[in-house]
C-alpha cells in the first residue's frame, strides 16, 4: 500500500531535552525528524506531539515546535502513546495511517507501533528519523517491528507518496525546501542535541604527544566544548572523520569559518584535519 496525505498522520515521539543528549547520531536523527514535520505540513498532514514524563525528561525541543506551532502536544507515562490515550484528538479521528518518528525506538516508539499495528491501523516506522541510546536496541526495533507487520520506510518515502506526481502543486516547494540539502539544524539548534558539558572546565588536545591546545568551559568556547566532546564521546580522538562530522554540525559557522580563515580557530582545526591527516587525543578535564 502506499501512503496517503489525506489518510495520515505523523506521530513525533518525545523528542524530549533531556533525553535527546543520550541519542546515538541524535543531531542528524532530529535534524530528520524535522525535515519530516515540514514535509507533512507542506502536504497538509496534521501531526501530533507526545512527551514521556515532561516533568522529569523536559519538554519537546524548541526547534520541532516552532516547526509545528499549532499541533497538539500529549504527556504521558505509559510507554505506547497508544496506551497512553494521545490519539483523541478531533483532527486526528478517521486517519489510519501512522507515521512514527521519534525516541526511543525500542521502547516507546516501538511499543506504539505494534499497538496501532495490533488495533488494526497502517503503521510507517521512519528507519531514518528514529534514534536509541544504543544502535543495537534501535536495530532490533526495526526487526521486531517489521515482523510484526509495520511497514518500515525512509523519510524520501513519506514525502514522494504524499506528494503522488511530480505535478502536484505542492512538488517545487518540496524540491526547494527538503530536497536539494540534507537535513540540517542551526548551531544552536544543534547544541541543544549534544551531551551536556556541565562536569568539565574544558578538555585538552594532545597530538604527537605534545598538548596543542585547550578549550574552556567559557563564553566564546562553550559551543566549541560541546561539539569536541561530543566527538569524542562517539569517536574515542579527533580523527578526521570525527572532523568531517564536527564540521557539520558547526553548521553555519563552518561555512562563515571557509570565508574567514583564523576567524574560527577551533574550525580552521577540523578543516586542516581532513588535509593532513592524523588527530587529536582527547583529555578532559573534569570539574572538582
Same mark, same amino acid.
Given at each position: 500500500?502506499?501512503?496517503?496525505?489525506? &489518510?495520515?498522520?505523523?506521530?513525533?515521539?518525545?523528542?524530549?531535552?533531556?533525553?535527546?543528549? @543520550?541519542?546515538?547520531?541524535?543531531?542528524?536523527?532530529?535534524? @530528520?525528524?524535522?525535515? /519530516?514535520? &515540514?514535509?507533512?505540513?507542506?502536504?497538509?498532514?496534521?501531526?501530533?506531539?507526545?512527551?514521556?514524563?515532561?516533568?522529569?525528561?523536559?519538554?519537546?525541543?524548541?526547534?520541532? /515546535?516552532?516547526?509545528?506551532?499549532?499541533?497538539?502536544?500529549? =504527556?504521558?507515562?505509559?510507554?505506547?502513546?497508544?496506551?497512553?490515550?494521545?490519539?483523541?484528538?478531533?483532527?486526528?479521528?478517521?486517519?489510519?495511517?501512522?507515521?512514527?518518528?521519534?525516541?526511543?525506538?525500542?521502547?516507546?516508539? /516501538?511499543?506504539?507501533?505494534?499497538?496501532?499495528? @495490533?488495533?488494526?491501523?497502517?503503521?510507517?516506522?521512519?528507519?531514518?528519523?528514529?534514534?536509541?541510546?544504543?544502535?543495537?536496541?534501535? !536495530?532490533?526495533?526495526?526487526?521486531?517491528?517489521?515482523?510484526?507487520?509495520?511497514?518500515?520506510? &525512509?523519510? $524520501?518515502?513519506?514525502?514522494?507518496?504524499?506528494?503522488?506526481?511530480?505535478? &502536484?502543486?505542492?512538488?517545487?516547494?518540496?524540491?526547494?525546501?527538503?530536497?536539494?540539502?540534507?537535513?540540517?539544524? =542551526?548551531?544552536?539548534?544543534?547544541?541543544? !542535541?549534544?551531551?551536556?558539558? $556541565?562536569?568539565?572546565?574544558?578538555?585538552?588536545?594532545?597530538?604527537?604527544?605534545?598538548?596543542?591546545?585547550?578549550? $574552556?568551559?567559557?563564553?566564546?568556547?562553550?559551543?566549541?566544548?560541546?561539539?569536541?566532546?561530543? /566527538?569524542?564521546?562517539?569517536?574515542?580522538?579527533?580523527?578526521?572523520?570525527?572532523?568531517?562530522?564536527?564540521?557539520?554540525?558547526?553548521?553555519?559557522?563552518?561555512?562563515?569559518?571557509?570565508?574567514?580563515?583564523?576567524?574560527?580557530?577551533?574550525?580552521?582545526?577540523?578543516?586542516?584535519?581532513? @588535509?593532513?591527516?592524523?588527530?587529536?587525543?582527547?583529555?578532559?578535564?573534569?570539574? =572538582?
Amino acid at each position: 500500500m502506499l501512503i496517503q496525505a489525506e &489518510s495520515s498522520v505523523l506521530l513525533v515521539v518525545d523528542v524530549q531535552g533531556k533525553l535527546v543528549p @543520550a541519542i546515538q547520531d541524535a543531531t542528524r536523527t532530529v535534524a @530528520a525528524i524535522r525535515w /519530516l514535520i &515540514s514535509a507533512a505540513r507542506l502536504n497538509g498532514v496534521p501531526l501530533l506531539f507526545s512527551e514521556q514524563y515532561p516533568q522529569g525528561l523536559g519538554k519537546t525541543l524548541t526547534c520541532l /515546535l516552532a516547526a509545528a506551532p499549532d499541533a497538539p502536544v500529549v =504527556s504521558k507515562t505509559a510507554f505506547s502513546c497508544v496506551a497512553g490515550g494521545c490519539f483523541s484528538h478531533a483532527a486526528l479521528q478517521g486517519r489510519q495511517q501512522i507515521i512514527i518518528c521519534g525516541i526511543e525506538a525500542h521502547v516507546c516508539v /516501538l511499543q506504539t507501533a505494534l499497538e496501532l499495528q @495490533a488495533g488494526g491501523n497502517q503503521v510507517f516506522l521512519v528507519a531514518d528519523a528514529i534514534g536509541s541510546r544504543a544502535d543495537a536496541d534501535k !536495530t532490533l526495533a526495526i526487526q521486531r517491528a517489521r515482523e510484526s507487520g509495520v511497514i518500515v520506510v &525512509s523519510r $524520501e518515502m513519506v514525502l514522494f507518496e504524499w506528494l503522488r506526481d511530480a505535478k &502536484s502543486a505542492n512538488f517545487k516547494a518540496a524540491s526547494q525546501q527538503l530536497l536539494q540539502a540534507p537535513p540540517s539544524l =542551526s548551531f544552536a539548534e544543534v547544541l541543544s !542535541t549534544l551531551p551536556s558539558v $556541565e562536569h568539565l572546565v574544558g578538555i585538552q588536545l594532545w597530538r604527537d604527544g605534545k598538548l596543542d591546545a585547550v578549550i $574552556e568551559n567559557k563564553p566564546g568556547q562553550a559551543g566549541s566544548l560541546k561539539v569536541y566532546n561530543a /566527538l569524542h564521546k562517539q569517536f574515542g580522538a579527533i580523527t578526521p572523520k570525527a572532523g568531517r562530522l564536527g564540521l557539520w554540525l558547526y553548521g553555519e559557522h563552518a561555512n562563515d569559518a571557509l570565508l574567514h580563515p583564523g576567524k574560527h580557530p577551533n574550525i580552521d582545526r577540523l578543516f586542516a584535519l581532513e @588535509a593532513t591527516g592524523g588527530g587529536f587525543g582527547v583529555r578532559p578535564l573534569l570539574d =572538582s
